[in-house]
């Protein structure tokens, strides 16, 4: 029941943003054709809409205002949904679920991209988060030839390349890490924990100075070594690859410094971590580093490297 109704709140708001202003009317025509009116209802009963409309505030924060010249709805917040914010995210996702089950005759002209592992902890994750308690987890990092045992307590989320991550203040509970490497937060992959379960007898306080979005500001995905530090950071890019970067930046501080029809160069203030050299290699030849000559120069050697790879 509770999912149906959240589903609804979610039609509910991404009819009126596409629509940027509608009548009462208009919504119940959408309504009575929506599969997920299972009553069948030839229009949203006012007391129902008025509840809708409140629930919406409370949980997505989202205002739905009426016009009273026009008669017509409108989010009177709208920018909100253009932040990038969980609210966004959270739209976003069931309205596009929505969208695909009101079309079943086009499951297959749809593909979409799946996560394939990991996501069975992410309930448990997020339940340690909300309750503030410890979780237990058995841990296979790449590194190691045997799993690790830990206590963790969760501070967010985060998921970037078909993975999600947990950030986290742990204790290696089988000694293989010592006091000073488990002094800061560390980021751990979903997909190489072999077991999550929640300590309910173990408590914890979030951390007042820890902000999720400040963690990750100057860094690109998730690697965040306190040994890089963001710099300012010049690439060139050719014409069509520049157009790739202005429609989806690599970063929030991504600016363009200069264009011209054959190419732009654009600035981030970013740590030049393995996840954002790696990016910058996945584009090829359409992009150079120009500065600072430090990251030039490992990206010409990690190419150089490439190239005799392919030539032996």
């Not at 809409?49 to 505030?57: P, Q, T, V």
């Not at 709208?78 to 996702?93: F, I, P, V």
Request: net charge negative; charged share 25%.
């Amino acid at each position: 029941m509770a999912s149906t109704m959240f589903n609804k709140y979610v039609w509910l708001v991404n009819t009126i943003y596409e629509a940027g202003r509608i009548s009462k009317a208009d919504i119940d025509r959408r309504w009575a054709a929506c599969y997920l009116n299972d009553s069948h209802e030839t229009h949203i009963q006012p007391r129902a809409f008025h509840r809708y409309k409140e629930s919406i505030l409370l949980q997505f924060g989202l205002d739905i205002q009426c016009d009273r010249s026009s008669g017509k709805y409108y989010i009177a917040n709208e920018d909100d949904l253009k932040a990038g914010t969980l609210q966004t995210w959270l739209c976003n996702t069931f309205a596009v679920s929505n969208l695909i089950q009101d079309s079943q005759d086009l499951h297959e002209r749809i593909i979409y991209e799946h996560i394939p592992s990991g996501t069975e902890y992410l309930t448990t994750i997020i339940q340690a988060m909300r309750d503030q308690v410890e979780l237990a987890v058995e841990y296979q990092s790449f590194k190691r030839t045997k799993p690790e045992t830990l206590e963790m307590q969760p501070y967010c989320v985060k998921v970037f390349k078909q993975r999600w991550y947990v950030v986290g203040k742990v204790h290696y509970t089988d000694g293989s890490h010592t006091a000073q490497e488990e002094r800061l937060p560390r980021v751990y992959a979903l997909d190489r924990m072999k077991s999550a379960c929640i300590l309910p007898n173990k408590a914890w306080k979030m951390p007042t100075d820890f902000h999720a979005d400040e963690y990750f500001a100057g860094y690109y995905g998730v690697i965040r070594d306190e040994q890089i530090q963001p710099e300012l950071i010049r690439i060139w890019a050719i014409a069509k690859t520049a157009d790739y970067l202005r429609s989806l930046p690599l970063h929030t501080s991504q600016k363009e410094i200069e264009r011209t029809a054959e190419y732009s160069i654009f600035e981030y203030f970013i740590a030049p971590t393995l996840d954002f050299m790696q990016e910058l290699r996945s584009q090829g030849e359409s992009i150079e580093v120009l500065a600072p000559e430090g990251v030039r120069k490992e990206m010409q050697q990690s190419l150089e490297k490439g190239l005799i790879q392919y030539k032996n």
